[in-house]
Structure formats: structure tokens, C-alpha cells
């Protein structure tokens, strides 16, 4: 017994990181043989995406699968992208070298964090097959590509190198190819059609990222094309510093003690968003510490009580230091349009309602939810609705239970909704799908595989209102319908029926027909909006017709406001009204005077859409008397979106120090499913 | 544009596994405040239990959570236990060094497998509360305890020492502590009641670990006890070696050239289990391969060969060379007993069903799936029943959505074993609960939190399997019961209501009564057993009481046989009529002659047991009529279970090379619910 502990011991060592994941390679991803190709493929493309978005260069994507050994599984991955390669020194690193890369302490949306990725590919290819990975690399700069084999030694977590090369690089038709990265990989794989496939992930991946040209070859030798349908980037995203509501009492004590600022003020400027000159001086005021010393020297102490000033818990005459929220030029979210596209091509639609939340922000990460929901043609079945799950522009194929974004939508009691949920929990039923985007500069996977989202209750809150709120423009929306069909019966009734029944009395009286138009004025007492948004199959484009009546007895005054796609690119033409655009994505027209019982008429159109697009526009009117079918416009809302347009084309705000702006920004009340941004010093 | 794919290689850097870690907390099982706590309570009872089971040492564990700081959410874990120690100089690897641990290359059963958890205790401690862990540990061959404060430098993954001191360290009551290890960390959490909390994490690993004491004082000072119920250490678990059917190509080519063995057989004899000296003969030979060549000196070519004789791809005159399967004394599963005590402790029950399958074998890890069900006294219920998921016994207690295990439950259809379950798919409905354990030597996780079970078809299979006998087991039961009641209401009639109609006729015709019992004879036509097994309050035993009565016309001879739970420490008192022990967990009687209308009473105690343990005695018999209420003897079983003991006694066979076994052993038929343990070459 004495000698059991020296013994046990005497057994421990270190073990490499690469052995780590290499045994624990189902972390990544590489669980069955059918997930483990879609492993593949989706670090392949993400690393695409990502690195194309970097260098702003629209992405031309490449995959091809072929089976190399049936019987023992053995499959062919190539995947070829038009990106701005890696300097050949690099290679080895990025693919052959576990925790290496450039986004894990950038704080910033992207597909890829960790720079285990591509890396874990590798090496299950090896372990598999035995074989090393092929890579062509060619970077702008250069005029031939490098070439080169890159295996891993796993106790060692290095890249092992072999045939390296560099050779001119031409395309299948004999251009030369200025950049791009090629990747050939084997490995062990069962390639499978269906709900969990390659082809599946890929066409997920082509709905949100709409900028991306994406073409696939399956082992079948059959070819699927994702076209590019906006030539429009993602917005670019930048890097932001931590923002002090984030940070851990040992993540400051690190960031003071590897500090070479020469004062706390510097310091607390320079390493931090959301800190202005002001606050700088009053966070240090409320942590009893001297605005010129030397953050390296911060006793244990001082750093806790900076931290306390940080959180509001040690405050400056009385008050906590306010803090600017966090830039969030750092998400790219999905937007309305693109998620109403996404949704509309998984099931036939009937009815689709979108929710695009303001930035939030999580342990200083900022974040931001979108969610949709489309509602099939025959409702009911006993099938759970499809749910689609997505994290910074990146499809989330597997451990769907487990998933934060799937305990949000139990959460919801879809009944109230028309969807089938026994108790009011639980996944939903129903021909319906629900798609949920999580933008954020930190997604919390609860693996390595990145595949579902870890528990967070600010996420989730975000979730569950982003879908209440959802629900509550889906009744409006149907409260509204109503209305609108009792007005047009009650119009119908006075505009069709009275002058039939008039004309009928006088004939039978042998009278003149009356005069009615009084009459029914008086009846409606109301203006009415109608609103037409079709789809021109010749022209191929989005005509859209607003028809404003006055039913009342005296003449009105409006300005019409409409919403307009401007952020996917669509423009508005043959717009005879003229009018103005009063912000991004708001048009307006001023009606001076519309005689009671008289009508008037915009008309316009839409380019740069595709059918299905837009197919409702929302109507809001500026004017004392309420208009049927339209909504006050509420000003503070138009306010917001002017700002964040200004932040989106970042124009520089002289900073502020008297701006008292509310850390968590509440909800812009008005239109549903309008994306705003969240404005703020940068 | 040019400078762009530099520009981006030169923001690359290497990351430690801390900084991975930390900032991916998550992982880890650090994602709520709630879940925090609960995470760092596991880790250390999971070390404490794994420490003590290799040293042999029934565990006394001690857990105390203290509330330091509620405005902060800070929280004060101690940990204590009698184990072996860890020597001083290791200490600071043990708890300040990620990836540093004995169990990783090892294959057997243990809770911790990754050398990470305690560590990722220590590194969140220090992030949220920016304070090292305080050490003690004693080990028995010295006279002194180490203490040390731990802290880690994340980006070195190297741990930071402060205070080192030595110390004679006292128990609370003065005595010197000989061995163990006490730790103290103070991190931010939330301590919350409730199904999942520390108290229920506690409680369910002391219903699996019945061999542990575990105390545990909350923050409110409240002290709870789960006293030790047996003395009995689990089976002690061996290291194995990998089996070929699970070797990678990449992980044999390495082992080879890591080789300094001189001939193939002698590498393929020391290194894998399963490979008899005549295996890797007819390996070789299959592979086109010497014996004598040296394996370092393998070229790519004749590792896969080899690979492929592994996998029978390359046969030997024609047949795939048979390999043995490899040992399970790497795994210690749970045993029925204790299913049945844990799942009677979590609701009321009306019926308790057990399952624990043979030992099977997934890419060359032996694994072992148990399962239990219990109904509640009143069915029925709109809510989920509970799942009890247990892996290495460890209770896992999140993700269930996203465990294979739940997954495998979902696949069932319950509604043939009377819950509610939409179209026969699902978490079912009703007043019960499942459990689930997986024994393995590889337990796959979704991730380092070790909280969720990733897919792989074996175990799949495996636990449906284990499951759908476990149904099949009760509908026989159920099915015996039915006919047991029927053959009561017959004999009830016969017996009691015949001689009261001949009574009563003979009354009335003043006739003499006339002599039934031929009569009842000729109309039963049956041998019945009555089972009887229930707790004596007084005497604190089981008694079983087994009656055989013979209603058919002629002689009869019989042996009885029962079951009773021997492995779990049960021992037959009071048997008069003393028989003889046929196999673990088997008595016989012999009933040499049982005369027409006969009875025979079979009568003995059981000793070892708790109320509730055991409530149900099966029946068998060898004999030429059958028997109502018992199970004819398969011979087949008792063969198996007495190999199995020989297993489990460790008792060495003689190497038999012609012996035929089978990789994957059937499952043995009969008594469903019956553990059985896999016999082979060891």
C-alpha cells in the first residue's frame, strides 16, 4: 500500500494536444463515417469563406468527392477556393499544426476560432488512411504556387512535410490561376444523401452566404451549382477590444501585469471598447487608484477593485461608471430578406415571419439573433418542425437536442401560434420550419465540432424574446389581415351592393338614380390603405401598388412611408411619384390633400430581386386621421435606423462624453422584423 | 490586394492548450454559474473515486461548498478524501498542467480519462476569482503532507507554485491522516437545488458507488450523509491492449515504426489482445509477411497488408484469421442489484425490469451496456420520464438531448410496455423512469464535459438491444403472471368450490361425501409452483418460501433451482433443506419423488440484503412435465454463467489454438436480466 501513490504516480505524463484530439477525434466531428466527410467539407468551406471574406474577394468554391476504395470506405475530398492563398512558410502551420491561427484571440464574428479545424481533417486523413494531406497554395505576390504533402506528427503536434514543390498553377482550362488554395485529402467516409449530407450543409451554406459561388461533384459524378446571387460581401466586420463587463478578475490581473503602459488611463483606453477619456478617469476614481500609475505594478488589490469599478459594484459619487456599449461593427447578422429566402426554399410556403434583434452583448461579447418562421401550405402532421440552426453564417447539422438555440424555441408555447406542442413545450409539430441565426464574436459551441450551442442565459433570453417578438408582428400581422378583410366586406357591401339596391328602388320608382357617394362616405368614415407587392414575370421585376382611399367627409393630408430592401441591393424605379427616401431601407411620398371620397395612387417598382424576394410591403402613414391597413409611423424608430446607418458606413462621432447611452439597448418598438443596428462610439 | 495573404499569415500564432481552454470554458462544463459548480464537485469526486479504486481503498469522501462572496457569486469548494495521495513533486502537474494524467494511453474503465478535469477546476478558480487552489496531500510512506497553492500560467500550460510548506496533518478530531488529499478552490458559482444540483450529482454517484461514503455539507451548513452499503470494492479493472479490429491505419504504421521488437510475431503477440501465437502466424502468412521481419523496417505497402489481415480483408487459405476477443476484466459494470436499488430510490415503484448486457466490442474498446426501467404506482402523466444516464459509473447530468443514450431510448417504441409516446417515437411519457449505463474503456463524449454520449452505431445498437430484451424480458413476466393467475382461479374453483358442491350434494341426496381429490387431479393435470420472496421486518432477512404441488396422476421428480443475488453479497440461511450451490447465483433442490396431489415446500433465507433489494425469486426446474410458474433449466445458461465465474475468478485457461470463438459473442438466452460476463482468453 505505502508505495501505491509513487506508483500510480509514476504512470502520468503529458500528453500532446494532437493525441488528445486524435483519440478524441469524435470532439471534432469524426464520429461516424458519414458525419466525418461533412467534418470535412464544412472546415474546408468554412476556411473558404472566412479567408476570402478577410481579403474581400467574392469566393468561387470548389468541392469534389470521389470514392477512392469502396469496400474499405476510403473517400476522395478536394476542395478548391479562389481565396488569397498562404505564403508557403505558413502551410505547414495551418495544416499541420493543432491550435494554430490568426481569429482565436481576435474578438470579431467569424467561421472559424479555434485553429483546430482544418488541422483535425488532416490528421484523421492520416489516421485513417496513412496518408498525408496534398495542398496548393498560390498567393498574388508570387508567380508560381507552392506545392506540398503535409502529414502530422501527433506526440509532437508538428506538421511533417514531404514533395514539396512550386510549380505554375493553371486552371482545367489553362488560365493561370492568380490566387487560391487546393486541398486534397483521403480519408475513411460513407458519402449519404439527405437531411445530414454534404449536399445538404452546402445548400444550407449557399442560403446565407448569397456572395459565395459554390459548386459540388458528388461520387456519383453529378454536379450541383449554387450560383452567386449578390455580388455584395458581407459586411465587413472588424476586431474590437474586450469590453470591460467581459472580463474575469484573472484575465485583468494578466492583461495589467503584461501591460507596458505608462498609466492606468492609457491603459484602460487602449486595451479596452467602450472606455472613453472620462471613463477612464472615473473608473480609476471609483477603484481608489491614481489615473498615472503604472497598470504592471497593480497590486492584487487594486486589480479586484478595477474590476469592481468595472461591474458597477465600486462607483463614482455614488453612481456606476457609465461604459459605452460595445462597437458592433464586429457582426455580420443573416438580414430579413436572405432569412425569408432561406426559409422559403425548404418548404412551400404560406406565410413567413422574420425577427432581427438589436445587438446584445454577453460577457462583453456583443451578439446578435435573428429567427424565422414559415408556415407550410397544409398545416398539422405529426412530424416536428424542421428547425434550422445557424451560428456566424454557418449551418448546424448535428446534436440538435443539445443545442441552446433548440431549448429557446421549447421554451415557446408555439400553440398560441397554430402549431401543434403538447403542454405548451417542447418542439413544436407541424409543417413548419423555424431558422435561428446567432451572430456573435464568441459563439459558445459546447465542442470542438462546433455543432450546438452551450448553455448561455443571455443568448437564450435574446432567442425567446427574438420569438415572442416574432409571434407578436405574426398576430398583428393577422389582427391586421382581419381588419382589412372586414373593412374590404363592409366596402364591398356600401361600394356594390348600395348602388345596385339605389339603382333597383329607382327603377321600380320610377326615380333618378341618388347621388351615393355622401352616403357611403359617411358609412366607411375611414381612409383605407391597400397595398400590392407581385412579382412581374416579364419584366422580372417587384411592382408594387399602394392604393390610399378617403371614405371620410373631409380632405386629408399623409405622408406615405413604405420599407424597401435597400440592404440586399434592391433600388427603387418607375417611381412617378418621386418622394424621397426618408432612411435606409424607408421611402416616403407626401400626399397634400386627397378630397374625401377621392383615391390616390403610388406606384413603383423594384430591381435587384428575385422572385419571392418581397412579397409584402408594410405601409406606414404620417397624418392625424388612422389609416386602415397602415401603421403611425413612429419616429424614434426612423431616428434609430438613421443611426445605424451612419455607424454601418462608419462615419466618425465626435465622442461624446456626456452621452449617457444604456449598456443593453432595449428593443426599437415598431415594425417587426425591421433590422436596425445598434449605434455607438467607435 | 497583393500583400493581403501575408498580411493575414503574419496575425497566425500558436495558442496554448489553457489559452484554449480557458477561453473555451464551455467545453469544460463552465458555461452557467449553476452548471460551474456542479462541474468542479465532479471532477473531484470523480478523481477522489478513481485514486481510491486503484489503490484499493474504500473512499470517504468529503464535499463542503461555502458561500465567500453572494453579491459576487463566489463560492468556496473543499474537497477531501482518504485516498492514496499524490507524491509532492507531482502535485503541481496533477492540478496546474492540462493533458497531464495516467488513465489517457491507458485501455480500462475509468471515470477520468483526459487529464483535464481537475486542471480545468484550478484554471476557472483563477479566472473568476484570481486565486490559486490550496493543496494538501499525504501520502502513506511519509511522515509529512505537501501543501501547496496552485495557480496555472495559461500561456505556458505550466503551473504556478506559492506557499509550499510540509505539515503534520490532523484529522478534525486530532488524529494524524495517514493518506488523502484535500483541495480547496474558490470559484465564481451559484449553488441551486433541484434535479440538477451537487446533492443530486452526489446522491446518484453514491447509488452507483455503493462502496464509497460521501459526505456533503451545503452553504447553508446543512450536512448530508450517504453512508457506505458495501464493503466490496468494484471489480478491479485491468489495462488492456488495443485489439487489431480497432487499430487505424495511421496508429498501426506508427506503433510499427515505433517498434523495437525483433520479429513480427513477438510484436503482434506483446502489443495487441486477441493475437494468439498461432493468430499472428496466420497474420503474417495473410499478409504476405515473414515472421522474423522486423517491424520498424515495414515498408507503407505491408503495414496496410497487415491492417487488412487485422480486418479479414486478406485471408489465410481462404478464411480471415480468427482472433480471439479481447479480455473484459477492463470493465466493472454496475449489476442488476444495483440498478434496481437506484431506480427504486428515484420513484415509487410497481415494477422494476434490468438488463445488463454481455461485454461487446466497438473498434477494438470492450464496452458493456445495463439498463433498467421502473413504473411509478400511478402511470400515465403528461410529463417526460426521467432518464438516469450513467457512463464509467458517473451520472451524466446535461445534454441529455443530445446523448446517444437518450437517442437510443428514443428509438424504442414504448407504447407496447404501456407509456405514452407520440407515434412510437421519442422521450416517452408516464410515471417512470429508464436508466442507462455504459461501461467502456473508450467512452466517447460529445465533449471534454463528459456530460453526453457522441453517436456510434455499436453502442447504439447495443443499448437498443439491451432495451428490447429488457422489453421482451417483461413481457414474459407479464405473460407468467397472467397464466399464473389464470391457473389460481382454476385451482381456487377446484379446490375450494368442488368439495363444497359435493358437500352439499351428498347433504341433499344424504349420500356420503364423495373422495375428490382424484377428481381435482384429473381436471388440474398440472405440477404448480408458487413463489414467495419477502422482507421480514423482524428478522431483517428475505425469506423465500417455494411451493410445488403436484396435480397430476402420477409420481413426479423434479430439481428446483433459483436464482439469487450472490454477487452482490446475498448468502442462503436457513435451508433445511440444503440442496446445493449449481453455479454463481444458482441453488438447486433435488425432489425425488412428489406423489399425486402432493406438495413439496421449499424454504430458506437470504442474508446481505436491504429492504426492497431483492422482491422476486425466478424458478426453474429440470424434469419431464412442465411446470406452471417456474422456467424449464436451459442447460445452455448454467454452462455460461459457470464459465463466466471462472473469468471473473480470474481463473487461467489453457491456451486452446483450435478453440473457434466468436468475436461478438450472442447474447446467452434465458433468464432475461441475468448478468452475464464474457469468458475468453486472457
Request: proline content about 4%; some cysteine.
Amino acid at each position: 500500500m505505502s508505495g501505491i501513490a509513487t506508483k500510480m504516480a509514476k504512470g502520468q505524463k503529458q500528453i500532446a494536444i494532437s493525441e488528445f484530439f486524435e483519440k478524441n477525434k469524435h470532439f471534432l466531428g469524426f464520429d461516424t463515417l458519414q458525419r466525418s466527410i461533412i467534418t470535412a467539407v464544412k472546415e474546408a468551406v468554412d476556411n473558404s469563406l472566412d479567408a476570402c471574406e478577410e481579403a474581400r474577394i467574392l469566393p468561387d468554391i470548389n468541392i469534389k468527392i470521389t470514392k477512392v476504395d469502396m469496400k474499405r470506405d476510403i473517400l476522395e475530398l478536394q476542395s478548391q477556393d479562389n481565396g488569397p492563398g498562404i505564403p508557403q512558410k505558413s502551410i505547414e502551420k495551418v495544416f499541420g499544426q493543432l491550435l494554430f491561427g490568426s481569429r482565436f484571440h481576435a474578438i470579431r464574428q467569424s467561421r472559424g476560432q479555434q485553429g483546430i479545424g482544418i488541422t483535425g481533417v488532416v490528421m484523421y486523413g492520416q489516421l485513417t488512411t496513412g496518408k498525408p494531406t496534398h495542398v496548393i497554395s498560390k498567393i498574388a505576390s508570387e508567380s508560381t504556387a507552392a506545392v506540398v504533402d503535409i502529414g502530422i506528427d501527433t506526440r509532437k503536434n508538428k506538421a511533417i512535410k514531404s514533395n514539396q514543390d512550386r510549380m505554375i498553377w493553371e486552371d482545367d482550362d489553362g488560365s493561370i490561376i492568380e490566387h487560391g488554395l487546393r486541398v486534397i485529402t483521403r480519408m475513411k467516409g460513407k458519402y449519404q444523401r439527405g437531411r445530414q449530407s454534404v449536399f445538404q450543409y452546402l445548400r444550407m451554406t449557399s442560403i446565407v452566404n448569397p456572395h459565395a459561388s459554390i459548386t459540388f461533384t458528388d461520387p456519383e459524378g453529378e454536379t450541383f451549382h449554387w450560383p452567386r446571387v449578390s455580388e455584395k460581401l458581407p459586411t465587413k466586420v472588424d476586431s474590437i477590444k474586450p469590453h470591460p463587463h467581459g472580463i474575469e478578475l484573472g484575465q485583468l490581473q494578466r492583461m495589467c501585469k503584461d501591460s507596458s503602459d505608462s498609466r492606468m488611463t492609457v491603459f484602460l483606453r487602449q486595451n479596452f471598447s467602450g472606455v472613453s477619456m472620462r471613463a477612464a478617469k472615473e473608473l480609476c476614481d471609483a477603484a481608489d487608484l491614481d489615473v498615472g500609475a503604472k497598470p504592471r505594478l497593480l497590486k492584487p488589490d487594486h486589480v479586484r477593485a478595477l474590476l469592481e469599478s468595472f461591474q458597477g459594484e465600486r462607483t463614482n459619487n455614488g453612481k456606476a461608471v457609465k461604459l459605452l456599449a460595445p462597437p458592433t461593427n464586429c457582426l455580420s447578422p443573416i438580414e430579413e430578406i436572405l432569412i425569408k429566402k432561406g426559409l422559403s426554399k425548404t418548404i412551400d410556403s404560406k406565410f413567413i415571419a422574420t425577427m432581427t434583434r438589436v445587438p446584445n452583448v454577453s460577457h462583453g461579447n456583443p451578439f446578435q439573433v435573428e429567427v424565422g418562421l414559415i408556415f407550410g401550405e397544409g398545416l398539422g402532421g405529426d412530424k416536428p418542425v424542421e428547425i434550422l440552426r445557424f451560428a456566424n453564417r454557418v449551418p448546424l447539422m448535428y446534436q440538435q437536442g443539445g443545442c441552446l438555440l433548440t431549448k429557446a424555441i421549447e421554451s415557446i408555447d408555439w400553440r398560441q401560434y397554430g402549431l401543434d406542442q403538447a403542454g405548451g413545450r417542447g418542439v413544436p409539430k407541424g409543417q413548419a420550419a423555424i431558422l435561428i441565426h446567432l451572430a456573435s464574436t464568441n459563439v459558445q459551441f459546447t465542442s470542438e465540432a462546433k455543432e450546438a450551442l452551450s448553455d448561455n442565459e443571455s443568448v437564450f433570453e435574446e432567442t425567446r424574446k427574438a420569438m415572442l417578438e416574432m409571434g407578436r408582428g405574426l398576430r398583428k400581422h393577422l389582427e391586421k389581415k382581419k381588419k382589412m378583410a372586414k373593412t374590404r366586406e363592409k366596402f364591398e357591401l356600401i361600394n356594390d351592393i348600395l348602388p345596385a339596391i339605389a339603382a333597383k328602388s329607382a327603377a321600380i320608382l320610377n326615380r333618378p338614380v341618388p347621388a351615393l357617394s355622401g352616403s357611403i362616405t359617411k358609412i366607411m368614415s375611414a381612409v383605407i390603405c391597400e397595398e400590392e407587392t407581385e412579382w412581374n414575370r416579364e419584366t422580372k421585376i417587384t411592382d408594387v401598388k399602394i392604393t390610399l382611399f378617403n371614405y371620410t367627409s373631409r380632405a386629408r393630408s399623409y405622408s406615405i412611408l413604405v420599407n424597401w430592401p435597400e440592404k440586399a441591393g434592391a433600388e427603387i424605379t418607375e417611381n412617378e411619384r418621386g418622394g424621397r427616401k426618408e432612411a435606409m431601407g424607408i421611402w416616403g411620398w407626401k400626399i397634400e390633400t386627397l378630397e374625401p371620397g377621392e383615391k390616390a395612387l403610388i406606384e413603383y417598382s423594384l430591381t435587384g430581386l428575385e422572385k419571392g424576394d418581397w412579397t409584402e410591403t408594410e405601409v406606414f402613414f404620417r397624418g392625424s386621421q388612422d389609416v386602415i391597413g397602415a401603421t403611425k409611423l413612429d419616429e424614434k424608430m426612423l431616428t434609430q435606423i438613421r443611426a445605424d446607418e451612419a455607424a454601418l458606413n462608419q462615419i466618425e462621432l465626435p465622442e461624446e462624453e456626456d452621452e449617457e447611452e444604456d449598456y443593453l439597448p432595449s428593443t426599437v418598438e415598431g415594425n417587426p422584423g425591421q433590422a436596425t443596428l445598434f449605434g455607438g462610439e467607435q
